[in-house]
């Protein structure tokens, strides 16, 4: 085991037994809701973010995680005589990266090396989960680095939502653009291509976003092998199980996680996101 600690943001949300196995720290993402400020995963949760915005008259905005929270995180890892690697959200989604160079600065000299996944949900979850076990077995802080830059060519995400309202709403849109003001009963098909929410296709029902969702997953991984599948879902279990289980009926897997997303993340894409994240090929 190498002395090489693994530092994530909130918006991976990888299951917490799974956090712990690995000793992967987590730096949380900011909820802004009218004059309270919540962090993403640790005061707020999926379930209790759902139900309020339910009935919620003033919508929640977001802010990446900051500077003193890296700080905090780098600080108590330093001092335990680690390596640090930070894998971050898309800087092209969010600051967060930014916010981690920061506190970096707080630390001349240290070992502390920060990398952009281009992507986020397990899609990034599967870059940190593929660096922490390189550095179970002894990876050095140079080989996490060059392998967590190899391992983001290998994952995609690809994701059906029930609205662009949100996205547009929070300026994460990008190529979906495109599909604003289509019919109310469209549900476009987006992906994250280098770091950037693209459109992909529409349909016009949920189950048949389920199956195009796993069709468009099967032909990013292009018959590569091993594969690596994980869900992600707002407030969407049921679908997701169902996504899930066509994902690997059609696609061999090595390994399979079930998650959602954070209420950051729901925040953008909005209530009843469901998607596939994949690593495969490595």
Known sequence: MSNVAIVTDSTA????????QYHIEVAPQVLIWGGETFEDGVDILPNEFYSRLKTAKVMPTTSQATPNS???????????GASVIAILLSEKLSG??????????QFPGAPIEIVDSYSTAMA??????????AAQEGASLAECKKLAEEARKHTGV??????????????????????????????????????????????????????????LVEERINGRQPVRLAT????A??????????????????????SEVSPVIGTHAGPGTIGLAFMAGM
């Not at 279990?237 to 079930?258: C, M, N, S, Y």
């Open 13 to 20: 949300y990888i299951p917490k037994e799974i956090l712990n």
């Open 70 to 80: 890296f700080k905090i995180i780098f600080e108590k890892l330093i001092e335990q």
């Open 96 to 105: 967060t990266i930014a916010s981690a160079y920061q506190a970096k600065e």
């Open 124 to 133: 990034m979850g599967f870059q940190v989960l593929t660096v922490a076990r």
């Open 158 to 215: 690809v994701f059906a939502v029930d609205t662009l309202e949100f996205l547009h709403r929070g300026g994460r849109i990008g190529g979906a653009a495109r599909y604003l003001g289509t019919a109310f009963n469209i549900k476009p098909i987006l992906e994250l291509k280098e770091g950037r929410v693209e459109a992909v296709d529409r349909v016009r029902t949920r189950a048949k976003s389920i199956s195009r969702v796993v069709e």
């Open 232 to 235: 992600l879902h707002a407030n």
């Open 237 to 258: 279990p049921e679908d997701a199980q169902e996504l899930l289980r066509l994902g690997r009926e059609k696609i061999e897997t090595i390994e399979h996680i079930f």
